[in-house]
């Protein structure tokens, strides 16, 4: 028998279908509460909201736990590659061999960007921060492939937006740091695969022989996979809303590259770098710091810290600790600021203010240290996130699109005035 909740408003009930998940997480179901009863919920923030169902990503906060389509991150880390992973999350299944051949494939020869898009750059201002050139960018192509304007297009005309997309997210992106160092644009390298192809971009130059570091290209692999996709997080969730009213794919993966550009969500890496700067500068004492992230009149956060689902560990970061400790090993990174990442971590573990709020090193922690020493620069870690989050973006859209989601629209409890007449100017006090 399906299971109901009872909800007793002014003395009347109301039952609520309970909807179960295939890993046992519980809702209700709201859908008809308002028509019902005149009550909506209020959830400020969707802390407890469940948005939509999905087949894509399972995230178990308690327990550490993250898989896409039912594979953990941990093996897919070990055995995939980020091509391998994107398809999954996609398509729903691992490809089969030729399945393979074709994404990967028609991912190397989209790689080139219209040649007019390039005069873009001379526009945007030298210091233009990446992330806002490469939002604009990706809603710039929708006005080179109009046909994406189609809110109902064929098949295969999706599957080529999206094949569109990754190739050449990496263009865009490397164009972007090459346009704030002022050097020549590097044409991609189809040889070459996905992440070398991306550190060929940004590192090479006309000038000189640049060979790819295959241990970078492996690392950078690894951290896109990582970020591959999240669930219903601030960005994923702006994606499905977006969509939800039928703008075109570009524009709406666009809104979800701004959603993550804020600091509380993928910025989040670049001001881990930024805050371990300032207390280098400050005298590195990371204890004063820590203090300052507990007092509550002071608006400082420890950057990389905490999680809206995670309360035991970020899985993510986990995984990217014990591979950065062997990064930073084989590169020979001598990093000042890593010492004093590490003693933050330290402290912050051993402190009952972060083990009572379940505040732990979160994606962003490790990943922005490892960016930096990659030779990454700072404002480009979240570009780098955005690349690896492109995929579960597309996936969520997908799904969103071919389960006819309606289009999102929340209410509100209204604590505004009541209505009031209209004071001319010369009678205002
Ligand atoms: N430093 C100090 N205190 C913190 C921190 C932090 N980093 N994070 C949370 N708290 C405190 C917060 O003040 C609150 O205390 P109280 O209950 O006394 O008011 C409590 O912990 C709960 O925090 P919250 O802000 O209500 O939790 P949330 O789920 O709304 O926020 C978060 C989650 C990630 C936005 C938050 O932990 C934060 O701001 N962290 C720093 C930014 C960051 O690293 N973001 C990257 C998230 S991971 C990448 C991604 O998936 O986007």
Same mark, same amino acid.
């Given at each position: 028998m399906d299971k109901k909740a009872e909800l007793k408003i002014d003395g009347e009930t109301y039952y609520l279908p309970v909807v179960e998940g295939t890993e046992q997480e519980r809702g209700l179901d709201i859908s008809k509460l308002r028509a019902e009863s005149g009550c909506i919920t209020l959830d400020i923030g969707y802390k407890? !909201?469940?948005?939509t169902k999905s087949d894509i990503t399972f995230i178990n906060g308690e327990e550490g736990i993250l898989r896409y389509r039912g594979y953990s991150i941990e093996e897919l880390c070990e055995k995939s590659n980020f091509i391998e992973v994107a398809y999954l999350l996609i398509y729903g299944e691992l490809p089969t061999k030729e399945q393979y051949d074709e994404f990967e494939n028609d991912i190397r020869r989209h790689t080139i960007i219209h040649? =007019?898009? #390039?005069?873009y750059y001379d526009a945007y201002p030298q210091r233009a921060h990446p992330m806002g050139v490469l939002a604009s960018m990706v809603s710039s192509l929708s006005l080179y492939y109009p046909e994406s304007l189609d809110p109902n297009p064929p098949e295969d005309q999706i599957d080529r937006h999206i094949r569109r997309l990754i190739a050449k997210i990496t263009t865009i992106a490397a164009q972007s740091y090459k346009n704030s160092m002022g050097h020549p644009m590097m044409y991609p390298d189809n040889k070459l695969n996905y992440a070398e192809n991306f550190l060929h971009m940004m590192f090479a130059l006309p000038t000189e022989n640049y060979e790819v570091n295959p241990t970078l290209a492996r690392a950078l692999d690894m951290l896109l996979i990582l970020h591959a996709d999240h669930e219903q997080n601030c960005s994923a969730s702006t994606v499905r809303m977006v969509g939800s009213s039928q703008a075109n794919i570009y524009a709406t993966i666009s809104a979800g590259i701004s959603a993550l550009w804020g600091p509380l969500h993928g910025g989040a890496n670049q001001a881990v770098i930024e805050m371990l700067e300032k207390i280098k500068e400050d005298g590195g004492d990371s204890k004063k710091w820590i203090e300052k992230a507990k =007092? #509550? =009149?002071?608006?400082f956060r420890l950057m990389g810290f905490g999680h809206r689902v995670y309360k035991n560990f970020d899985p993510r970061a986990k995984i990217i600790k014990s591979e950065c400790d062997k990064v930073l090993a084989e590169l020979n990174v001598n990093e000042p600021i890593l010492e004093i990442a590490k003693e933050l971590e330290e402290h912050a573990l051993s402190d009952d203010y972060f083990a009572e709020k379940k505040l732990y090193p979160n994606v962003d922690f490790y990943s922005g240290i490892m960016y930096k020493a990659m030779g990454i620069? !700072?404002?480009?870690f979240t570009v780098l996130f955005a690349i690896g989050r492109l995929p579960g973006w597309i996936a969520q859209w997908k799904e969103m699109r071919e389960g006819k989601e309606p289009i999102n629209r929340p209410r509100q409890i209204y604590t505004g005035y009541n209505e009031r007449s209209y004071n001319p100017i010369d009678k205002r006090s």
């Open positions: 407890n !909201t469940g948005s040649e =007019d898009l #390039k005069h =007092d #509550k =009149d002071d608006p620069p !700072t404002e480009m």
